[in-house]
């Protein structure tokens, strides 16, 4: 069992930067691949960014490449995803999640969600 809490929301103007943090419990934080999702209001869940068990590889959605960075310390059991050039459609509740596979886009191949936080970028 994974619990996940999440941190690091917040408001923001446009062109701004966030740090997010998903803290994991548990001994086997660094047996999954993490991931971050954003639903924004009214909006499905949508995949932003992946990273491996040992942060070796990461992946992300195109409309973030470069201006997010998915980062994990598996002493801490914590993951981090930094947020750069903030855009007003990146408002949304971020989730963190746990998985065994790597990559993947896909909600159902996650095992474990954090309760979210909630990003709002102002123009």
């Known amino acids: 069992q994974v619990q996940l809490v999440e941190s690091g929301g917040g408001l923001v103007q446009a062109g701004g930067s966030l740090r997010l943090s998903c803290a994991a419990s548990g001994r086997t934080f660094s047996t999954y691949a993490m991931a971050w999702f954003r639903q924004a209001p009214g909006k499905e869940r949508e995949f932003v960014a992946t990273?491996?068990?040992?942060?070796?590889?990461?992946y992300y959605t195109d409309s973030v490449k470069g201006r997010f960075t998915i980062s994990r310390v598996n002493v801490k059991n914590t993951v981090y995803l930094q947020m750069n050039s903030l855009k007003p459609e990146d408002t949304a509740v971020y989730y963190c999640a746990a998985g065994r596979r790597f990559p993947s886009e896909q909600k159902s191949r996650y095992d474990y969600w954090g309760q979210g936080t909630q990003v709002t970028v102002s123009s």
């Open positions: 990273i491996s068990w040992s942060a070796g590889s990461t």
